[in-house]
Every structure is written in C-alpha cells, then in structure tokens.
C-alpha cells in the first residue's frame, strides 16, 4: 500500500476524512477536477447535490482506474462547492455515502472544501479534485 493515512493525537478526528496521509509510492497521479458529467458529457443530478458529488467520486473512479489505481490510493481531495453553507453538509455526506457503496469502499483521505460563487457549468454544483500515489 501507498499510502498511510492518521488521525494524530492533538488534532480533530472525524468521519469524513483522515488528518493526515503519508505516501510512500513512486507514481503519483494528478486528475483533473472531475464535475456531474457522465461519459457523455450530460450533467448528471441537475439542482441535486448530493447526486452530484456522487457522480463526481465515481468519475474519479473512473480515472483513476485507467491510471491502474482506486480510492485507496487517493492522498488528497479538493472538493469545490458552489454557494457552500454548513447546512448542505448533509447533502455532501449523502453523495460521498452513495458513491462509497457503489465503489465498496469507504474514501476517507484528507480534504479540503472550499465554496466558490460559480463553476464551468452553471448546472454544476460540485468539482472535485483528487491527487493518487501507486506504488
């Protein structure tokens, strides 16, 4: 395994995602900021938050199975959220749990969410962007 992940002593722990992720593998891969897209390019979950987020964790799926990887490989997320106010937490939460029960996986690496007043797409809520170490 690549990575590490920790919660350290002395530092909030949360259910969401780890504090700390240490990686120890050769290759790293860098995706792209991945939206509601499908494979057409058809915006998945118009208006639907948590549809959203979890279309974008299966399309980081996607390319990181192509780059040979998975979710545990992920060292780092960056998680971009049009107009973000504390009460969609439970909407983001909602497509992160979908997502981790269709991919059988729990993706917990660290994060950092950022709102932001709009993306690409006016139909996008949500773009996410993950770092992977392979061995």
Not at 9 to 15: A, H, I, V, Y
Not at 51 to 78: P, R, S, W
């Amino acid at each position: 395994m690549a990575l590490t992940l920790l919660n350290p002593s002395g530092l909030p722990r949360t259910d969401v995602y780890a504090q700390v992720s240490i990686a120890s593998g050769s290759k790293l891969v860098f995706l792209a900021g991945q939206v509601a897209w499908d494979a057409e390019g058809t915006t998945v979950g118009e208006g639907d938050l948590a549809a959203q987020v979890e279309q974008c964790y299966l399309n980081i799926a996607t390319a990181l199975a192509e780059a040979g990887g998975t979710f545990d490989d992920v060292a780092k997320l960056t998680v971009y959220v049009v107009d973000w106010t504390p009460d969609k937490m439970p909407l983001l939460l909602e497509g992160i749990s979908r997502a981790a029960g269709k991919l059988g996986a729990a993706p917990a690496p660290p994060a950092t969410l950022v709102g932001v007043a709009a993306l690409d797409v006016p139909a996008h809520l949500v773009e996410i962007e993950a770092t992977a170490v392979l061995d």
